[in-house]
């Protein structure tokens, strides 16, 4: 035992295993705060039973690349024998920041002798930071995630985004790695105190913070604007060659819990929704669009067809008297009749309120899913390389965009769009928030249209509920998600989820959210400054792992 514990992959493996148990599915939150112990045993000791530094690196990246394979399997999913690949791809390019992280706290502390405490936090933030934003960015699996079910916890996601809580968790971590390898009684006492009040004070305060503006709230009165709204939650599975009868049908169980929700609040003598969220592209009806030479003609389609689509929307919405916002994909035709440009899209339509026509809005995904929905360098891939024909690509849609939620039923609040793994990129959430008031507009809600069906009921939905919860933290906003084949939820600005769907479940989840009706919305300080603060330690990392590269060719060449 002796000998194991000497082992620098032993720890580095254990921490591992913990920080895997503290995440869905296990989600053992109070795990998380060992992983930066563990680790720090790794980073602090100069030698580890005489582990050279190539060999440690390799430790590192063995044991980063058995927590990703078992993080994120679910990529493997949509079509196993190519996304199998692109899962070992996947898990093979994350492990790298594992590296990134070991290597450059070790210099910190050992050749710059910066302490263990501050080393630690520094370089995780900094190696957070290139993994959120390097090559679109990957953010699920964030140490700090495993806490999004106690938003006590994350409150401070509203001052520095989730970058910040998963530091304060490494630099209480480090602290108390710190303490033991203290030789006064003194100074460990000192780390041990630090440490509690870095990782309970925190919160403590989230707590405090929680009641005090719920109370504010309760006793707002007249000064409150109450919103109902409805995500609809579907049980469909998708499949890449999924035909035209099997998408009308999964439209269809969509259709028919918007029509059951409706009659049975009628019935009830209650009033309708002011909105109806349905997930992403679970509509199969698309929005076409021609802006070049082509013709309907030229696809066999005539005028009427083109805006079939739009009177079957506005219909639709005008049956059951409540805006809806669909998922579906819009086709641009330009210059060539048998390449569209796909556009993922979310449409709002509402329902005609006395002589003036019913309005409509779509937003387009800004930031898509690598291989999901575009393949990179595709321009030099020639028509039929089977990557170009398995994915649906897609194009970027180009701003952001605000829906009102309830014209035309008292005061009127606009709510911002994200669609998927949109909700993942926080700095893009942010930067939508902010284009949109230097625009007029005053955002006070967060909508996102999702569809799950693709990974099979796997962990990816509570993977995925944590970036919701986060989202909503950081910018300090009512959080609607609409799903297929994972959660539907609505969440209040300080992380609570306040409604969910059940696993597996179709159904409908419903609430009523509160908005303060007499001010603009004030911004969080993250959504003010960002995670400015972790772009130098990003820089730091880089720096320090040039240093150890620089030092290891010096040797060499000695």
Same mark, same amino acid.
């Given at each position: 035992?002796?000998?194991?514990?000497?082992?620098?992959?032993?720890?580095?493996?254990? $921490?591992?295993?913990?920080?895997?148990?503290?995440?869905?599915?296990? @989600?053992?939150?109070?795990?998380?705060?060992?992983?930066?112990?563990?680790?720090?045993?790794?980073?602090?000791?100069?030698?580890?039973?005489?582990?050279?530094?190539?060999? !440690?690196?390799?430790?590192?990246?063995?044991?980063?690349?058995?927590?990703?394979?078992?993080?994120?399997?679910?990529?493997?999913?949509?079509?196993?024998?190519?996304?199998?690949?692109?899962?070992?791809?996947?898990?093979?390019?994350?492990?790298?920041?594992?590296?990134?992280?070991?290597?450059?706290?070790?210099?910190?502390?050992?050749?710059?002798?910066?302490? !263990?405490?501050?080393?630690?936090?520094?370089?995780?933030?900094?190696? *957070?930071?290139?993994?959120?934003?390097?090559?679109?960015?990957?953010?699920?699996?964030?140490?700090?995630?495993?806490?999004?079910?106690?938003?006590?916890?994350?409150?401070?996601?509203?001052? $520095?985004?989730?970058?910040?809580?998963?530091?304060?968790?490494?630099?209480?971590?480090?602290?108390?790695?710190?303490?033991?390898?203290?030789?006064?009684?003194?100074?460990? !006492?000192?780390?041990?105190?630090?440490?509690?009040?870095?990782?309970?004070?925190?919160?403590?305060?989230?707590?405090?913070?929680?009641?005090?503006?719920?109370?504010?709230?309760?006793?707002?009165? *007249?000064?409150?604007?109450?919103?109902?709204?409805?995500?609809?939650?579907?049980?469909?599975?998708?499949?890449?060659?999924?035909?035209?009868?099997?998408?009308?049908?999964?439209?269809?169980?969509?259709?028919?819990?918007?029509?059951?929700?409706?009659?049975?609040?009628?019935?009830?003598?209650?009033?309708?929704?002011?909105?109806?969220?349905?997930?992403?592209?679970?509509?199969?009806?698309?929005?076409?669009?021609?802006?070049?030479?082509?013709?309907?003609?030229? =696809?066999?389609?005539?005028?009427?067809?083109?805006?079939?689509?739009?009177?079957?929307?506005?219909?639709?919405?005008?049956?059951?008297?409540?805006?809806?916002?669909?998922?579906?994909?819009?086709?641009?035709?330009? @210059?060539?009749?048998?390449?569209?440009?796909?556009?993922?899209?979310?449409?709002?339509?509402?329902?005609? /309120?006395?002589?003036?026509?019913?309005?409509?809005?779509?937003?387009?995904?800004?930031?898509? /899913?690598?291989?999901?929905?575009?393949?990179?360098?595709?321009?030099?891939?020639?028509?039929?390389?089977?990557?170009?024909?398995?994915?649906?690509?897609?194009?970027?849609?180009?701003?952001? =965009?605000?829906?009102?939620?309830?014209?035309?039923?008292?005061?009127?609040?606009?709510?911002?769009?994200?669609?998927?793994? *949109?909700?993942?990129?926080?700095?893009?959430?942010?930067?939508?928030?902010?284009?949109?008031?230097?625009?007029?507009?005053?955002?006070?809600?967060?909508? @996102?249209?999702?569809?799950?069906?693709?990974?099979?009921?796997?962990?990816?939905?509570?993977?995925?509920?944590?970036?919701?919860?986060?989202?909503? /933290?950081?910018?300090?906003?009512?959080?609607?998600?609409?799903?297929?084949?994972?959660?539907?939820?609505?969440?209040?600005?300080?992380?609570?989820?306040?409604?969910?769907?059940?696993?597996?479940?179709?159904?409908?989840?419903?609430?009523? =959210?509160?908005?303060?009706?007499?001010?603009?919305?004030?911004?969080?300080?993250?959504?003010?400054?960002?995670?400015?603060?972790?772009?130098?330690?990003?820089?730091?990392?880089?720096?320090?792992? $040039?240093?150890?590269?620089?030092?290891?060719?010096?040797?060499?060449?000695?």
């Amino acid at each position: 035992m002796y000998i194991l514990t000497r082992s620098s992959l032993f720890w580095i493996f254990l $921490g591992g295993l913990c920080y895997y148990l503290a995440l869905p599915p296990v @989600n053992f939150a109070p795990l998380a705060l060992t992983v930066p112990i563990f680790w720090g045993i790794v980073i602090r000791r100069p030698h580890l039973a005489g582990t050279p530094r190539l060999k !440690l690196k390799r430790q590192a990246y063995f044991a980063a690349l058995l927590f990703w394979l078992a993080s994120v399997w679910w990529v493997a999913c949509p079509y196993p024998a190519l996304t199998t690949l692109g899962l070992f791809a996947l898990a093979a390019f994350l492990s790298f920041f594992w590296v990134l992280f070991f290597v450059s706290a070790r210099v910190a502390v050992h050749r710059f002798r910066i302490p !263990l405490f501050l080393a630690m936090p520094f370089c995780w933030v900094g190696t *957070e930071y290139i993994r959120f934003h390097i090559l679109g960015g990957f953010s699920f699996c964030a140490l700090e995630h495993a806490f999004y079910l106690h938003p006590e916890c994350i409150q401070l996601a509203s001052v $520095g985004g989730n970058m910040l809580v998963g530091g304060m968790v490494f630099w209480g971590g480090a602290l108390i790695t710190s303490g033991f390898f203290q030789r006064k009684t003194k100074a460990m !006492l000192c780390c041990f105190v630090a440490a509690i009040l870095v990782l309970g004070l925190p919160p403590l305060l989230g707590y405090h913070l929680i009641e005090a503006k719920q109370k504010y709230g309760e006793n707002a009165g *007249e000064q409150i604007t109450r919103k109902n709204v409805v995500a609809l939650q579907g049980n469909r599975q998708i499949y890449i060659d999924n035909d035209i009868e099997s998408a009308a049908e999964t439209f269809g169980q969509f259709v028919r819990l918007t029509y059951k929700t409706v009659d049975g609040l009628k019935n009830d003598g209650k009033p309708l929704p002011d909105l109806i969220v349905f997930p992403e592209t679970v509509c199969h009806v698309p929005i076409l669009r021609f802006e070049g030479s082509v013709k309907p003609a030229d =696809i066999g389609l005539t005028e009427s067809d083109v805006t079939d689509w739009e009177r079957q929307f506005r219909e639709f919405a005008q049956k059951i008297e409540t805006p809806i916002l669909l998922g579906l994909s819009t086709y641009t035709f330009k @210059n060539n009749p048998e390449k569209p440009i796909r556009l993922n899209s979310a449409l709002l339509v509402q329902p005609q /309120v006395g002589d003036e026509p019913s309005k409509m809005y779509r937003y387009d995904k800004m930031h898509l /899913v690598m291989f999901g929905e575009y393949v990179p360098f595709t321009v030099y891939l020639p028509d039929d390389f089977f990557l170009k024909t398995v994915c649906p690509e897609a194009e970027h849609g180009t701003k952001p =965009i605000a829906i009102p939620i309830g014209q035309g039923r008292g005061k009127m609040v606009e709510a911002s769009i994200n669609i998927c793994f *949109e909700s993942s990129v926080s700095h893009l959430i942010r930067k939508q928030i902010l284009t949109l008031r230097r625009e007029g507009h005053d955002p006070r809600v967060l909508i @996102n249209l999702s569809n799950d069906g693709w990974f099979r009921n796997s962990h990816q939905m509570e993977q995925h509920m944590a970036t919701h919860v986060f989202r909503a /933290v950081e910018n300090g906003m009512d959080y609607i998600t609409a799903t297929n084949g994972g959660f539907s939820a609505i969440i209040d600005p300080y992380g609570r989820i306040q409604k969910m769907g059940e696993r597996g479940a179709a159904e409908t989840v419903s609430d009523t =959210i509160y908005l303060k009706s007499d001010t603009p919305h004030s911004l969080t300080i993250y959504q003010k400054y960002g995670d400015w603060y972790a772009l130098p330690l990003a820089v730091g990392v880089l720096f320090l792992v $040039g240093i150890a590269f620089w030092e290891k060719k010096r040797n060499r060449n000695r």
